[in-house]
T-cell receptor, first 114, second 110 residues
């Protein structure tokens, strides 16, 4: 079992550029979560999918952020245009059911926006 | 509006038990206590959870007080690899978000 896979692991971009982060959840897991971690705000939930449908996106900071889950094995988090304050580590997590609190986290993508 | 209170940091000697406290005085009847940890530069890792009864698994034990207002995570024989930030979270077992606070930075020393 490869666990949750995220790519890229590191991304450095310039302000104004589009950034796409990718996640492959654990096979058979029905729920997928995107989190962001910064020193100032800690670990925050951005959006949550169940069976590929966005359920709660109240944590998405603004319209520059969008997330999709076209199928059960792939999700993207896009930032367009990116800003320096978006610099953070972005984690994807998956779980077998939406009610369990046992989530499996990926290694994260460290994003730096210059 | 953090639901849990944890010490900022604590040290533990390798091989000894590490007892990590957590206060959750406003916990409601349908909320569980979850523990996660995050080793430096890695994603958070689930450890254990419980409702009322004490729980044990291969990683740790969770002791919840009878009034459920506090709990203790016990790492029975701490190793250097247990150095991490430990998060105590209260959560409903319906769709309830995992809300991570600041956690406790645990440093295990030789």
């Amino acid at each position: 079992d490869a666990g949750v896979i995220q790519s890229p692991r590191h991304e450095v971009t310039e302000m104004g550029q589009e950034v796409t982060l990718r996640c492959k959840p654990i096979s058979g897991h029905n729920s997928l979560f995107w989190y962001r971690q910064t020193m100032m705000r800690g670990l925050e939930l951005l959006i949550y999918f169940n069976n590929n449908v966005p359920i709660d996106d109240s944590g998405m900071p603004e319209d520059r952020f969008s997330a999709k889950m076209p199928n059960a094995s792939f999700s993207t988090l896009k930032i367009q245009p990116s800003e320096p304050r978006d610099s953070a580590v972005y984690f994807c997590a998956s779980s077998s059911t939406p009610t369990t609190g046992e989530q499996f986290f990926g290694p994260g993508t460290r994003l730096t926006v210059l | 509006d953090a639901k849990t209170t944890q010490p900022t940091s604590m040290d533990c000697a390798e091989g000894r038990a590490a007892n990590l406290p957590c206060n959750h005085s406003t916990i409601s009847g349908n909320e569980y206590v979850y523990w996660y940890r995050q080793i430096h530069s890695q994603g958070p890792q689930y450890i254990i959870h419980g409702l009322k009864n004490n729980e044990t698994n291969e990683m740790a034990s969770l002791i919840i007080t009878e009034d459920r207002k506090s709990s203790t995570l016990i790492l029975p024989h701490a190793t250097l690899r247990d150095t991490a930030v430990y998060y105590c979270i209260v959560r409903e077992n319906s769709w309830g978000k995992l809300q991570f606070g600041a956690g406790t930075q645990v440093v295990v020393t030789p």
